[in-house]
Nanobody, 123 residues
Framework: VQLQASGGGLVQPGGSLRLSCAASGRALSNAGMGWFRQAPGKENEFVAAINWNGDTTYYQDFAKGRFTISRDNAKNSVYLQMNNLKSEDTAIYYC?????????????????WGQGTLVTVSS
């Protein structure tokens, strides 16, 4: 299984980005998916998670109201729409594939990880 994260880049504060995570090697349709991030000098942290069919989502407090996780099982992909970005959102963002169908908020619940995509929020 390979997960390919993309969509990162340089954006000004208040701007938006949409991250994508495409899977190959297996279907995502029966797996929970999530996004985590790691900022320079900080620990990896949970961002958002979605269950297998998209009807359950969880967000870290900093993401609520600004980030939206979604999925398109037909395209074998998961997305993270990020709006009103702040400098503290600067990090490498990783997508993960859970070993369950649930929306999982801890790293231990994920079996596969993408390589990460860098998001830099700066003026």
């Amino acid at each position: 299984v390979q997960l390919q994260a993309s969509g990162g880049g340089l954006v000004q504060p208040g701007g938006s980005l949409r991250l994508s995570c495409a899977a190959s090697g297996r279907a995502l349709s029966n797996a929970g998916m999530g996004w985590f991030r790691q900022a320079p000098g900080k620990e990896n942290e949970f961002v958002a998670a979605i269950n297998w069919n998209g009807d359950t989502t969880y967000y870290q407090d900093f993401a609520k109201g600004r980030f939206t996780i979604s999925r398109d099982n037909a395209k074998n992909s998961v997305y993270l729409q990020m709006n009103n970005l702040k400098s503290e959102d600067t990090a490498i963002y990783y997508c993960g594939l859970s070993q369950t169908t649930l929306a999982v908020t801890v790293r231990a619940g994920y079996t596969y990880w993408g390589q990460g995509t860098l998001v830099t929020v700066s003026s």
